[in-house]
């Protein structure tokens, strides 16, 4: 933790939403307050914000998320244009500079473009920028469809993504949930919290149970996978509730927070 400086955050769309769908704006002015304190005490923040659909269903005033795809992909661009000028105003009053990122899977599968997407990033982190990332869900079909894309697919697997091209030294998911236990919390009373993951085994595994809300896609099992995809790049992974971003603090301190999954560290480290 000593050599802590990059940091990505993703926040789940149960975090950023009420259960209407309509943005929790008393939630995100929290998050925007510790990330904005964070970048002023020197650190580099990425945010990888879901969230969209879910905000453009509730400005659109439809009832229910739409089923159709070229609907979900119309809510999906009402939902980010509401979403960041959010975020814009409200990383403002804290003096902090925000950027729009949208990706495709082909963004960061082609090596020529993800090399010009690493650049980037670092333009804008070297500028104190924080850049809010998402998946381009008006034009990408992969996680508002199936899911089943190679690369993305949800915006946990996004963000270890991002957090591998960026050279993160941590990634922190946001999430509905304290963390990784032995067994589903809202239906065992008596599931216990796993502090510390340092290898991803079949037992692990076999701990994620199905999806979140239906405001989000994903459940336990996409946490993991990004765990497995931001630890094979030397990426530390944190999950815990975004109800409590405050315990943003904690985490740099080393401090135990939610499940903390240990990056691998290859030879040259």
Sequence with gaps: ????????????????????????????ERLARVLADLRGDGYEIILVTSGAIAVGTAKLG????????????????????RMMYIYDKLFSEYNCTVAQILLTSEDVDDPVRAAHLRATFGALLEMGVIPVVNENDSVSSDEIETGAHRVLGDNDTLSAIVAGLCKAQMLVLLSDIEGLYDADPRTNPGARLISRVDDLTPEIISMAGGAGTWRGTGGMATKLSAARIATDAGVSMVITNGEYPERLYDIIEGKPVGTLFTGRRSSHD
């Design 1 to 28: 933790m000593e050599q802590l400086k990059r940091i990505v955050v993703k926040v789940g769309t149960s975090t950023l939403t009420h259960a209407s769908g309509s943005v929790d704006l008393r939630s995100i």
């Design 62 to 81: 439809l009832k229910e998320r739409p089923g159709e795809l070229r609907m979900k992909q119309a809510a999906a661009a009402v939902g980010q244009c």
